[in-house]
Structures are given as C-alpha cells and as structure tokens.
C-alpha cells in the first residue's frame, strides 16, 4: 500500500460525499407527505451533487503524491485497546468505486422520475435509494473494516426496504426476508474477521491490518480470507450464497438496476481488492475464491439460459458476470485490476440492461414473460437501440466494452497454467458461449418474431426521462472498455493499490487467439439459440415436458433445494431440538429445584403451629438426642 497522506482542499471536504444523500434520505423520510411534491427532485439532486464532488476529488486526488489521502473524522469507539476512528480513505480503488456508484446512481435516480412517476410512494422511494447511496459511499471510503462493516450493514438494512418496496405484494416480502436472511449468514463471516484482526493485531484499520499480514501465522490469515470470503459471497450473490439475488427481482426495477448490477453485488469484489495482502498472503484462500467464481459463474450461465421472465434472465446473468469478476481477483496480482475493469464495464452494459428490460415492462403493462412479448423492435426503437448496444457489450462483441475486460479475464485464467489454468480458462470460454445464448435468445423473444402480446397490450416507447439514462449508459457500453484499456489504463491509475503492472510474460495461450476463440464461441452460443429460438414458433406458455437439463436450469441447478436441505431444515430441526432441551433441561432444572425448595418449605412451614407445648416437645426430642450423641461418644 503506498503512503496514506492527510487530506486538503476539496479530499477535506469528502466527508459530504456520504453526507448529500443522507441528509436527502433524512428530509425525505423525516418530511412526510410535505416532501411528495418534490421529493424525487431533491433525492436526485443530492446524488447528482454527490457524482459532482466525487469527479472533481478524484481529479484532485490525480495530483497527490502517492494518490492516497486519509481524512479524520471523529472517535467513533474507545474503549480499553480498542481505538476505533471514524475516518475516509480516499485512494484510487474507493475513487473508481465512488465514481461508478455516484455517476450509475445518479442515472437511475434520473430514470427513476419517470418510471416511479404514478406511485403514491415515490418520495419514499427516493429516500431508500438515496439512504442505499450514502451507505454504499461509507462502505467504499471507510478507512477501516469496522467503518465498511457500518456500511455493508446500511447496504444490507436499504436493499431489504427497496426490494421490499412493494411490500403488499407476498413475492416480494418473501423475497426481501429471503435477501436479508442469507446476508446475514455473510455478514456473520466479515464480523467474525474484524473479530480476529482486532484480536491478532489490535487493530481494524486498512493500514493496521494490510500492513502487518506478515505478522500473523499462516493458519490465521487462511481463516481471515475464508471469513471475509463468506462476507463476499453473500453480498455479491456467489455460491453458495447465490439464491437470494434472482428473487430480489420483485423489486422496482431501478432497483435491480442500482443494486444489482453496478453497486451492492460488486461490494464483494470491493472486500477482496481492498484485502488484497490478505489474499496474496494465502494461496489457500485465493484458490477457494476461484473455485467459487468457476462453480458461480457457471450456475449463473446454465440458469439464464432457461428463464422467461425478462429480469431474471438478467439476474442470472449478474450472478454469473461476478463469477468472472471473483475469478479474476481469485488470480492474484495479475487478475485484480482486470477484474475491477469488468466490473466498471458491466456497471454500464449491465444497468443499461435492467433499464431497457424496465422501458419494455413499462410499455407492455408491467409484462415480465419474454413469451408474451415480440416484435418490440419497431415499436420501441430507442429502447431497442440501447438495449441491443448493451447486449453485445455483454456479451464480448469485438471492440466493445465487455470484449476488452471480459477478454483479459480469460487470458489470465489461461496465464495460469497447468490443469488449474486450463480448466478455469475453458469454463470461462464455456461461461461465454452460455451468455451469448441466453442473451440471443432474451433478444430474440423481446424484440424479435411476430407479436405475443395479450389483448389490450399497446407496447410504446418510454418518456424522454426514461430513455436519457438508457442512452447514457449505451454509450459507456461501447466505449468504457476501450477508454479503460486503452486511453486511461485502469492498470496505471490503480498501481499505487495493486502496484505497478507487471511487464507482458509468456502467455499459455496469445492473447489475438484467445479473442479468435471466445468470439468463436459466443457466434456459435448466438447462432445455437437462434436456430432454437429464430427459426421456431415460440409457445406463449412455456412447455412443461422438458428435458432434465431444462428442468434444472430453470430451477437454478436446485439451489433453493439444496439449501433447505443441507441448511434451512437442519437448522430448524436443530432449532426444535434446542427449544426443547432449553424448556425441559435448562428450564425443567430451573422449575423442578424451584418446586422442591417451594415444596419442602411448605412441609417445614406446617410444623410451625404456634403452640408453646409442641415446641417444648421438639426441644426435649432435640436434648434427648443430643444427650445420646454424647453418651455414645463416651461409651467409645
């Protein structure tokens, strides 16, 4: 880590950066229906402002020495050893996340106006996301894990209420409980790594514990990135913590798009750059993140593949992009900055997506089944546009932005070498076909084909609100991965972070062929699904004789089901188990010696009569046996 200095000018002021969309959320849950009328102006605002300061302290921040500062706030925790302060690192890492957070952020607050615009809750819902804003902000410029646990705990805490928005609807309070659980069990992993830092090194700050790693027994630093691993997986919908994120689609759709495409699924990535010294310190650990990014990315790919709902397929499709992202940082050194670069990238093509696929529901009556859409092309031109930019950006159309980031990720995985590396590099290969079907085939049934509309439907473009945002972010779709590579290297403005790019070695494979193979690949997962999807009648309902392939992707490889099984009846059996030990052992002890001293006492209280002549008998009976003791101790 390069040396932290403290901040001036504007990186003094970064502190609002957390504070603009928290005080909006604060006036707006606070304001009551005072604040409807211009509420979504003011949580838009206070994002837009945000993205604002953040370019401009990231500009500023270009021109420190070592591009890292450290802003003091106040003690936050002081108690004993334990010396907590409440502080911001501003450094190159938390500047591309503040940028991506706010600038994505403030797009979909944009959107937001337009598609929340005939709900009687709006103004509660800018405050939710603005509230998400503030804490995903203090979870990326904390300059210490208890400061990002504060965060990763109000990201969780915004994500519950923003996917249980419409919470008269059963789907999506049971979604939201689901998302909240199986954070929590996450969250149990990060708490637990604080724990063993502060124990093992006295400390909770980034500097504190990157900086000693050498100190700590290598057992030790296995268990801290196994812990913050667990952390990772939850928040970032990776196996086995997966199945929460593809439900939490009940929620509006800017918030699939906030959430879960460019900010709170990437906290995860975020934990494990940041611990980088951790993970490079443990191979042990770095080889499970890879394996849960493979096994991940996988199960994200095969699912997509057999879904109708529009936003699911798009789910599944984050689920298994993070996949690549934790493959990459899972590689160490050589994977950090190009999994961060696919991260930026997917932020773009991945929002404008869930944007596009709200457009779609928002002129076809709130429809979610890509069996009853159809020929949109022509009656939603703009989304079309926008949403077809976003797709081959997804998929690694040549030139465009996945092509450059997703690319790099599999020439590294291949750069591996031995079995391990051809293996990692031929699933990603793999996970690449697998995307440009499923995506084919969402292209296909949207947008493509004769009309399935039900009657009544009358598809039509979105509003000029709705369809801006979109524009924006097809434009980063295109051109953010050649920027990122090319014209303001990723790898040279985070060196100060990961160090300075290590000089081209001998690859296991060139990269030109590399390229040469996956677009192979991902012509041949498109040209698949089109001689499945384009040359065939599609069924508005969905066949249900299907082969056991189908039947398990669309049940997501069982996941739910092996979850119940292995965990959720285990644990509620165990929990049986436990109540019934605690009320007849711990609470029948309790009770049973309770009901003894209350009996016996009542049997001792009866002898009690009041009358001279029977305590006179006791005493005589008591000196006759006293006097009896005595004698036989003589006779002896």
């Not at 106040?74 to 050893?81: A, V």
């Not at 800018?126 to 804003?133: C, E, G, K």
């Not at 995506?439 to 493509?448: A, D, I, K, P």
């Not at 049997?603 to 000196?623: C, I, N, P």
Request: aromatic share 10%; charged share 10%.
């Amino acid at each position: 880590m390069s040396e932290t200095l403290p901040a001036t000018g504007l990186l003094a002021a970064s502190w609002l950066l957390i504070a603009l969309p928290l005080a909006g959320a604060a006036v707006l849950l606070l304001g009551g229906r005072r604040t409807d009328r211009w509420g979504h102006l003011l949580g838009t605002g206070t994002v837009v402002a945000a993205f604002v300061l953040g370019l401009a302290c990231t500009v500023q921040l270009a021109g420190v020495d070592g591009r890292s500062v450290d802003v003091d706030l106040f003690t936050f925790i002081q108690t004993g050893s334990l010396d907590v302060g409440a502080g911001l690192l501003f450094d190159p890492l938390s500047a591309v996340f503040v940028l991506l957070i706010t600038g994505v952020g403030a797009l979909i607050h944009v959107y937001s106006i337009g598609y929340m615009a005939h709900d009687p809750a709006r103004r509660r819902f800018f405050a939710y996301l603005d509230l998400f804003v503030a804490a995903m902000l203090l979870l990326v410029l904390g300059n210490s894990y208890v400061a990002l646990y504060v965060g990763w705990e109000g990201v969780g805490l915004a994500s519950y209420l923003l996917i249980a928005f419409w919470y008269t609807r059963p789907a999506a309070a049971t979604a939201a409980k689901k998302a909240f659980v199986m954070n929590r069990v996450g969250d149990v992993g990060l708490a637990l790594a604080v724990f063993v830092m502060f124990a093992q090194l006295g400390t909770t700050s980034y500097a504190g514990v990157l900086g000693n790693v050498g100190l700590l027994a290598g057992g030790t630093v296995t268990a801290l990135g196994l812990l913050l691993l667990l952390g990772a997986c939850g928040k970032s919908g990776q196996f086995p913590l997966q199945a929460w994120l593809p439900d939490a689609m009940e929620g509006p759709t800017p918030v699939s798009a906030l959430i879960h495409a460019a900010t709170m699924v990437t906290a995860g990535v975020y934990l494990i750059a940041r611990s980088a010294p951790i993970f490079d310190a443990s191979p042990s650990a770095r080889t499970v993140v890879l394996v849960v990014g493979a096994i991940t990315l996988m199960i994200g790919a095969i699912a997509g593949c057999a879904q109708d709902d529009i936003k699911k397929v798009l789910a599944y499709s984050t689920v298994s992009q993070i996949g690549y992202m934790f493959l990459a940082v899972g590689l160490g050194p050589v994977g950090y900055v190009a999994g961060l670069a696919h991260l930026l990238t997917h932020g773009f093509f991945k929002a404008g997506l869930f944007l596009g696929a709200g457009s779609v529901m928002h002129g076809m009556g709130d429809q979610t089944d890509m069996r009853r859409y159809g020929g949109l092309a022509g009656k939603m031109k703009t989304t079309f546009v926008t949403f077809g930019l976003g797709y081959l950006a997804l998929i690694g159309f040549p030139l465009l932005s996945g092509y450059w980031t997703k690319d790099a990720i599999i020439e590294a995985a291949f750069d591996r070498g031995g079995v391990s590396g051809w293996l990692l590099g031929g699933v990603a290969v793999l996970g690449a076909g697998l995307t440009a079907f499923y995506m084919t085939r969402l292209m296909l049934l949207t947008f493509f084909g004769r009309p399935r509309w039900d009657d009544g439907v009358h598809p039509h473009e979105s509003p000029g609100v709705m369809t801006v945002p979109m524009v924006v972010l097809a434009v980063g779709s295109v051109a953010a991965g050649f920027l990122l590579v090319e014209v303001f290297p990723l790898a040279d403005w985070l060196a100060p972070v990961f160090g300075e790019p290590a000089e081209a070695a001998a690859h296991a494979i060139p990269p030109l062929l590399v390229s040469v193979l996956v677009s192979l690949v991902v012509l041949l997962g498109a040209v698949v699904a089109w001689l499945f999807v384009g040359r065939r009648e599609v069924p508005v309902t969905a066949p249900a004789r299907v082969s056991p392939v189908v039947r398990a992707a669309r049940h997501a490889i069982y996941a739910d089901a092996v979850n119940e099984s292995l965990l959720m009846r285990p644990g509620m059996w165990l929990t049986r188990a436990l109540v019934f030990v605690d009320n007849r052992g711990v609470d029948g002890v309790v009770n049973g010696t309770a009901a003894a001293l209350g009996g016996s006492s009542s049997r001792l209280g009866r002898a009690q009569t009041g009358f001279v002549r029977s305590y006179a008998l006791g005493m005589l009976g008591g000196a006759v046996l006293v006097a009896g003791a005595l004698v036989a101790v003589t006779a002896g």
